[in-house]
């Protein structure tokens, strides 16, 4: 750990993109799955496929409730790590079941009490050709079979994230791989009726989730404790459930405004998507397949923001304080030039990807739009991401929470809203309009950033003694 604190400035890349590789991977292929997946389904028809995304916006707003929630701890485990204080890393893991559980707990009493109403949300606009109520009870059945996997999801982003922050990022990728095969397997079993198994559409589809969702669990908990040797946190983890309350105390009120902001922050982005349903369930569908595709390699951005967050956690838990300067700088740069070569992948594949859909002329036309427009703020989503994760390396959670949620509902959103309700331009404008709001999150976050208020070393010995 020390000798990789200790490279030379040009290694900075190399085990950023080390940490980050295999996210990519993982993400990657599972994103590809989803994208085979949305294939399947919109061979179904457009309703069922629509039924699907729609029912996806409430679950993405779940599993960012479950990153927000673990975030927290996982800014003290990466320190931890960086300080050698595997103890540390142990009660945080043991903190990490008790948010997990909660908050899993609390998405299936919502969806199981209100997801019919949040679901109808994205079906008051213009329906057209397409039967919105065949579309409302597909999304429902996808949604209540889906809660099922809610409790398995959960438990591999303890895992997964303890063992990234850790600086293991294979095991996460492996079992990630092995939820993909599971789940393209279970999908043509089930979706179309193959070998024998009942043909059950949007149902299938659901099912085939859950079982990959289950799969992932189980190849992540037992590789991970078969080779604790490797991982000494591990060691007689689960011998108590207790967390000392002075430790659990510190990372709840430091990571409470990181759920928070993760909550709010995709509570924002589906209130957005369902600003732009007002505009018909043309709009639905396009934004679902440029998303299906976006999606596949957006995953460049998120796994090097993590990346960023790693490195400079634990290089401020190690108290030097300027490398995590100097370093953090390189790495947005790098991250915003990476994604520009996403930029024109996208752009090439933006009229092809949507002709694979059996849909309408419109639709795929719409879908082409919102890829191009997405791709070209690709390198803005990159910059500001990875700058994103170094604010929150310090655990200035507040001003984090400000930075993103806080300034999502107070720009962008209202933007989409009024833009979307109260005027008549087309849709791409907006779209677009809502996307430049980042610009100016850009020029903030630079602000906060040269100013330092992001730089701190959260367990320094001195200072904290519960977990030593």
């Not at 908050?103 to 199981?112: D, M, Q, Y």
């Not at 070569?341 to 919102?370: C, H, M, N, W």
């Not at 507040?398 to 509902?409: A, Y």
């Amino acid at each position: 750990m020390e000798n990789e604190l200790r490279r030379p400035e040009n290694g900075i890349y190399r085990r950023a993109l080390r940490l980050a590789v295999p996210m990519m991977i993982q993400n990657g292929i599972t994103n590809a799955v989803g994208l085979v997946d949305n294939l399947m389904v919109g061979s179904l028809g457009t309703e069922c496929m629509t039924a699907v995304s729609i029912a996806g916006n409430l679950l993405f707003v779940f599993s960012l409730a479950v990153f927000g929630g673990l975030a927290g701890p996982g800014i003290y485990c990466a320190q931890y790590h960086g300080q050698k204080n595997e103890e540390g890393v142990r009660q945080v893991f043991r903190l990490k079941i008790w948010v997990a559980l909660t908050i899993v707990l609390a998405g299936i009493t919502v969806f199981l009490t209100a997801g019919t109403p949040l679901l109808r949300l994205y079906l008051q606009g213009e329906a057209g050709e397409f039967d919105a109520a065949l579309t409302l009870t597909s999304a429902r059945e996808y949604l209540m079979i889906m809660l099922t996997g809610l409790i398995p999801f959960g438990i591999t982003q303890i895992y997964a994230g303890t063992l990234r922050e850790t600086g293991e990022s294979v095991k996460p990728m492996v079992a990630g791989i092995g939820s993909v095969v599971t789940d393209v397997l279970f999908n043509w079993l089930l979706i179309y009726g193959r070998c024998g198994f009942p043909a059950l559409g949007v149902r299938g589809a659901a099912i085939a989730t859950v079982i990959a969702r289950f799969a992932e669990t189980g190849i992540i908990v037992i590789w991970a404790h078969a080779a604790r040797g490797r991982h000494p946190f591990l060691r007689g983890v689960y011998r108590t459930l207790k967390v000392p309350a002075a430790l659990a105390g510190r990372i709840i009120v430091k990571g409470l405004p990181i759920f928070l902001n993760e909550f709010l922050w995709a509570g924002g982005m589906a209130f957005m998507t369902q600003c732009f349903s007002l505009r018909g369930m043309v709009v639905i569908a396009a934004t679902n397949i440029a998303n299906a595709l976006c999606n596949l390699l957006n995953v460049v951005f998120i796994a090097m923001g993590n990346a960023v967050g790693i490195i400079i956690g634990q290089l401020l838990g190690a108290s030097r304080f300027e490398e995590a300067k100097k370093d953090s700088v390189r790495l947005m740069w790098f991250t915003c030039l990476v994604n520009l070569a996403i930029t024109g992948v996208l752009v090439a594949f933006a009229k092809v990807f949507p002709g694979l859909y059996p849909t309408t002329e419109d639709v795929r036309q719409s879908a082409t739009v919102f890829i191009i427009i997405t791709a070209l703020f690709f390198p803005v989503q990159g910059y500001l991401n990875a700058l994103y994760f170094t604010l929150r390396a310090g655990g200035k959670t507040v001003i984090t929470f400000l930075f993103d949620s806080v300034f999502t509902w107070a720009v962008p959103v209202p933007v989409a809203l009024v833009l979307c309700r109260l005027t008549g331009m087309p849709v791409y404008y907006v779209f677009t309009l809502v996307q430049a709001c980042d610009l100016i999150k850009i020029v903030i976050g630079m602000i906060l950033f040269r100013k330092g208020v992001w730089i701190a070393n959260l367990v320094d010995r001195q200072g904290d003694k519960s977990a030593v």
